[in-house]
């Protein structure tokens, strides 16, 4: 089994800035993809961000240049620093990590942006 960590949501202003961090731990042999969806009240789950293990990062279009998915292979760990938040970024983010082609979902953390 694989348990994922999320922490670092929270409520912010606009133009405000909040980095958010998911640590995966358990049976984990090898972790390919690791990523953040969001889903806002009404809406699908959408991408945002992954993060091949060799470090190729996809963004979805309305948030790149704002915000940045990183990871540290050695800790298992995956990062989204969001800058210049928006309201419309309102959401609750989930962490999704690839252990060897199988798909693992973190509990979601909330993220609110005010206006």
């Known amino acids: 089994q694989v348990q994922l960590v999320e922490s670092g949501g929270g409520l912010v202003q606009a133009g405000g800035s909040l980095t958010l961090s998911c640590a995966a731990s358990?049976?984990?042999?090898?972790?390919?993809?690791m990523g953040w969806h969001r889903q806002a009240p009404g809406k699908q789950r959408e991408l945002v961000a992954d993060i091949t293990r060799g470090g190729s990062t996809n963004y979805a279009d309305s948030v790149k240049g704002r915000f940045t998915i990183s990871r540290d292979n050695a800790k298992n760990t995956v990062y989204l620093q969001m800058n210049s938040l928006k309201a419309e970024d309102t959401a609750v983010y989930y962490c999704?990590?690839?252990?060897?082609?199988?798909?693992?979902w973190g509990q979601g953390t909330q993220v609110t942006v005010s206006s």
């Open positions: 358990g049976s984990i042999f090898s972790i390919n993809a």
């Open positions: 999704l990590v690839v252990v060897t082609a199988r798909p693992y």
